[in-house]
């Protein structure tokens, strides 16, 4: 083998992770003293057979003998295709790794049944509530109280920052049950002030970017596990292959013959979407932004419909995007051009997204999640981000894809874009090849972190 990994104590917080990866041996105390960051940390690999068996070793052990019940507290909005993701990636990470455990989805309050459908088509017995626990200790419905009562584990799963933080620190006053954090940013202007409380009483926290997890370790956080783990859109694998057969014959698009590209503004403009006022500020920063923003975008097209055979699909990741791909690329586009572009103008649920993205021969644009999703499917996806987004983008790196993620606040990088589009269009094998390292990458850090999650349940 490879490596293993051994759980050495009955308590989380002694656990010692031991690895070989490759002929490196490592022994690695939870809470360590903060190391330097690269794939090779504690978290970078194991065999998947000896993890496969730890896991399945320890959850049998969990609650006197029953299967682990675990409450995932996810679903945070379904304007956006990628927000959608996180929940049915991680509810498939845990199918595959902890096969006996129970989970319940603990959802926000705007889950729409569309979604809750989409979601039980992959998840049939999967039961969804919704609510909030009260000043007072009571759950403001009674599924919410069954669930709570029910459950021995809150897993807070993956996300911008920690999104839930008043429901989770409600559980650990109220319910009292141990809790976990699963990939999600920290630090950014998302992040709320009454996190600091809730990370300390955690058993684990995984970070998505190395960035927020180099910060939580200056921060003295009482956690006993504070590391990376991938977004858990990673393992998304929702499909509507009907649906993306159709679109892509009512089209002319022949799979493998496809690029997707996915524009995005700097701020998304929920007001559009949402009934909320208009952030005038933000609305001026996205205007005078815009041109130079999709510049890098509308260059790729050019090349890539000019070089080669593929041609271009024009699509969203959230709701405003139909439009800011119409306005900023496609009617800014030649005719020789235009006429191998497509233009989507209707918004799409994950799973015909995903199904769309497996025909194509990769991706790139301005947002995050379709490119993830993409790589958990080992599909080619070039990332473009600026400082408005957050420092999610930096996974790229810790997966080895940093040649494909591009900071457009550089004009440098922003000039280099068409040249990587037109590299991953004119050697698809290649590109391929490179997705499927990556996928390998975030799999061993997904075994590795659902191992423990397993040792927690017990």
């Avoid at 599924?143 to 559980?171: E, Q, R, Y």
């Avoid at 400082?387 to 894809?401: F, H, N, P, V, Y």
Wanted: include cysteine; hydrophobic fraction near 45%.
């Amino acid at each position: 083998m490879r490596g293993c990994l051994k759980l050495e104590s009955d308590h989380l917080d002694q656990i010692t992770l031991v690895r070989s990866w490759p002929k490196v041996h490592r022994s690695v105390q939870l809470n360590p003293t903060p190391h330097p960051l690269n794939r090779r940390t504690f978290l970078a690999s194991a065999s998947a057979a000896a993890l496969v068996t730890a896991l399945r070793a320890a959850v049998p052990n969990a609650s006197a003998g029953r299967a682990p019940r675990i409450l995932l507290r996810s679903s945070w909005q379904i304007v956006n295709i990628g927000d959608i993701a996180h929940t049915p990636g991680v509810l498939a990470l845990i199918e595959k790794y902890l096969p006996s455990a129970e989970v319940r989805l603990w959802a926000s309050a705007d889950l729409s049944e569309e979604v809750m459908a989409m979601e039980h088509r992959r998840f049939p017995q999967l039961q969804i509530v919704k609510g909030t626990i009260g000043a007072n200790g009571k759950a403001s419905n009674p599924a919410l109280a069954d669930a709570l009562a029910w459950t021995d584990f809150l897993l807070h799963g993956s996300g911008p920052s920690l999104v839930a933080a008043k429901d989770v620190a409600a559980f650990a006053k109220h319910v009292g049950k141990p809790y976990g954090v699963y990939g999600i940013t920290h630090g950014s202007f998302l992040s709320a002030g009454d996190d600091r409380a809730v990370m300390d009483g955690a058993r684990f926290i995984f970070f998505r970017d190395e960035p927020s997890l180099k910060l939580a370790r200056t921060q003295s956080i009482k956690s006993p596990l504070l590391d990376f783990a991938p977004d858990g859109a990673f393992a998304c694998d929702l499909a509507n292959d009907s649906a993306a057969d159709a679109f892509l014959a009512a089209h002319d698009l022949v799979p493998g013959q496809f690029l997707c590209c996915i524009p995005r503004l700097r701020y998304t403009p929920y007001w559009l979407i949402r009934n909320t006022p208009k952030d005038e500020k933000r609305h001026a920063h996205n205007e005078a932004k815009k041109v130079a923003d999709h510049a890098p975008l509308l260059a790729a097209i050019n090349v890539v419909v000019r070089e080669t055979k593929l041609k271009i699909l024009l699509c969203p990741e959230d709701k405003t995007q139909m439009a800011v791909g119409k306005e900023m690329l496609y009617d800014r586009l030649p005719a020789d051009v235009k006429s191998r572009v497509i233009w989507r103008e209707k918004f799409w649920l994950t799973d015909e997204a995903l199904s769309t993205y497996r025909r194509s021969a990769g991706l790139f644009g301005h947002e995050m999640h379709s490119p993830i999703m993409s790589i958990g499917q080992g599909i080619p996806a070039i990332v473009c981000r600026w400082a408005e987004q957050t420092s999610k983008g930096d996974m790229w790196r810790t997966i080895g894809l940093g040649d494909w993620l591009f900071d457009l606040d550089q004009p440098e990088q922003a000039q280099r874009v068409a040249e990587a589009v037109l590299a991953l269009a004119k050697d698809p094998a290649t590109a391929r090849a490179k997705a499927t390292r990556a996928r390998v990458v975030v799999e061993r850090y997904q075994r590795d972190t659902m191992a423990v999650l397993a040792r927690a349940l017990t």
